[in-house]
C-alpha cells in the first residue's frame, strides 16, 4: 500500500561509523521542526543501561513474529546474519504524528527501500563519510568489533553506498555541524513545502 498526504517521516540512513547515533541525538535538539524519534523493536537481548521502549522495544522472537503476521512492521530485516531481527513498528509512526511531529527514523538502507515504497514522499536522507578510508578509520576507533565485523561491515558500507542516489538527499559527515545545519535546513524547507 503507498501512502501519499501529510505524513511527516524522515528517514536517515548510512553505513556504520558515519555519524549516525550522535547526529541523530543534536538533531532532535536543535532541529526547527518536530522530531520524534522512532525506537526500533529487536529480539536481540538488552545490553547493560538499555532501556525497554527507550532504546530498543526488546520483543522475544515469537513476540516479532505475531507482530509480523499481524503486518505491525513497516519494515524489518536480520542484521549482519546475526540471528537477532529488527524492525520499525507501524505504531512509531503514528506516536509521532500524534503529537503533530515527524517521525524521524534511523534505519539501514534496506529498511528505508521499503519505507519509501509505501511512502514515496518521506523526507529520504543518506549520510555518509568523506571517504571510504575515513569510514574504515572511524570504524576500527571504537575498537568494539573483531576483523571479521569490520570486513563485514565494510562489503556492506560498498554496497550501500551504491544505493545513496535512491534517497532525496546525501549529505557528507565531515564535520558534524555542518551536516547537522544541513540536514536542518532540509528538513525546514520540507515543512514549509508542506505547509504551502
Avoid at 538499555?50 to 522475544?60: M, Q
Avoid at 572511524?138 to 554496497?159: F, M, Y
Wanted: proline residues 4%.
Amino acid at each position: 500500500m503507498v501512502h501519499s498526504g501529510p505524513e511527516r517521516i524522515v528517514v536517515l540512513s548510512g553505513p556504520s561509523g558515519s555519524g549516525k547515533t550522535t547526529l541523530v541525538r543534536k538533531l532532535v535538539e536543535c532541529a526547527d521542526v518536530t522530531l520524534v524519534k522512532s525506537v526500533s523493536a529487536t529480539t536481540r537481548p538488552p545490553r547493560p543501561g538499555e532501556i525497554h521502549g527507550d532504546d530498543y522495544w526488546f520483543l522475544t522472537a515469537a513476540e516479532f513474529r505475531e507482530k509480523l503476521n499481524k503486518n505491525e512492521f513497516l519494515e524489518h530485516a536480520e542484521v549482519f546474519s546475526s540471528g537477532f531481527l529488527y524492525g520499525t513498528l507501524r505504531s512509531e509512526l503514528d506516536r509521532a504524528w500524534s503529537r503533530n511531529a515527524w517521525a524521524f527514523l534511523e534505519i539501514d538502507v534496506q529498511g528505508a527501500l521499503k519505507v519509501m515504497q509505501q511512502y514515496p514522499n518521506a523526507v529520504t536522507i543518506f549520510l555518509k563519510t568523506p571517504s571510504p578510508e575515513e569510514f574504515e578509520r572511524r570504524l576500527r576507533a571504537r575498537g568494539t568489533e573483531s576483523e571479521e565485523v569490520i570486513q563485514r561491515r565494510l562489503t556492506t558500507a560498498l554496497r550501500e553506498l551504491q544505493l545513496a542516489n535512491r534517497y532525496k538527499y546525501v549529505v557528507v559527515n565531515d564535520q558534524l555541524e555542518t551536516a547537522v545545519s544541513e540536514i536542518c535546513a532540509i528538513l525546514k524547507a520540507e515543512e514549509m513545502a508542506r505547509n504551502a
